[in-house]
């Protein structure tokens, strides 16, 4: 192992209230002398997309709730049904 470092991803709400995982994702060194990758994290794949502040399953719905409503109303929605933050400069 060659190091660790901390996520924080939100999930869908839980009786109402918002939801956050906390992961700790552990770091690996590659032991192979012609690996391109020095390092690299183990997969959490089943559970998010590198990079990303939200789950999979919570995407998901985001993405129905922007199709179904779009601009401002599914901003508020999402906000206030799911617990997602609002666009900066919004209220």
């Excluded at 192992?1 to 901390?6: I, K, T």
């Excluded at 839980?14 to 002398?33: D, K, N, P």
């Excluded at 993405?63 to 900066?88: H, K, M, Y």
Aim: net charge positive; with cysteine; hydrophobic share 40%.
């Amino acid at each position: 192992m060659h190091d660790r470092y901390h996520r924080r991803l939100k999930d869908l709400p839980l009786a109402e209230q918002g939801f956050v995982i906390r992961l700790t994702v552990r770091r690996f060194m590659c032991g192979a002398g012609d690996c391109p990758r020095r390092t690299f994290a183990e997969p959490i794949s089943r559970l998010t997309v590198p990079y990303a502040w939200f789950t999979t399953r919570l995407n998901h719905v985001l993405e129905r709730v922007g199709l179904a409503l779009a601009g401002r109303a599914g901003a508020r929605l999402a906000a206030e049904r799911l617990g997602t933050p609002r666009p900066a400069g919004r209220t």
